[in-house]
């Protein structure tokens, strides 16, 4: 079992850059791959970006693509989303989830855990 806490979002205005963190606790982090979902209101949810066990395989939205970036560092137990060239669009609530297949995917269905969410605002 693993928890899975997500912080760095905020409102920043368009052209910005935000770092998000996904902080695991309970079981050691290097044993799951780890994607990033965000939601609108309204909206579903829907795929950012994901990474593997190693870190050696990384998938992106297009809409990600060129702009975020994520990376791990299993000694710390986290996942970070670099986002750089914020647009209004990119306003949503961001998720971190994980599951203990090495794979990278877009779907939400092989994530087994889930955190609680943060908010980014971007302002045009």
């Excluded at 760095?8 to 309970?26: D, K």
């Excluded at 791959?33 to 593997?52: D, L, M, T």
């Amino acid at each position: 079992q693993v928890q899975l806490v997500e912080s760095g979002g905020g409102l920043v205005q368009a052209g910005g850059s935000l770092r998000l963190s996904c902080a695991a606790s309970g079981r050691s982090f290097s044993t799951y791959s780890v994607g990033w979902f965000h939601q609108a209101p309204g909206k579903e949810r829907e795929f950012v970006a994901a990474i593997n066990l190693s870190g050696r395989s990384t998938l992106y939205a297009d809409s990600a693509k060129g702009r975020f970036t994520i990376s791990r560092d299993n000694a710390k137990n986290t996942v970070y989303l670099q986002m750089n060239s914020l647009k209004p669009e990119d306003t949503a609530v961001y998720y971190c989830a994980a599951t203990v297949d090495n794979l990278v995917s877009r779907i939400t269905s092989p994530y087994d855990y889930w955190g609680q969410g943060t908010q980014v605002t971007v302002s045009s």
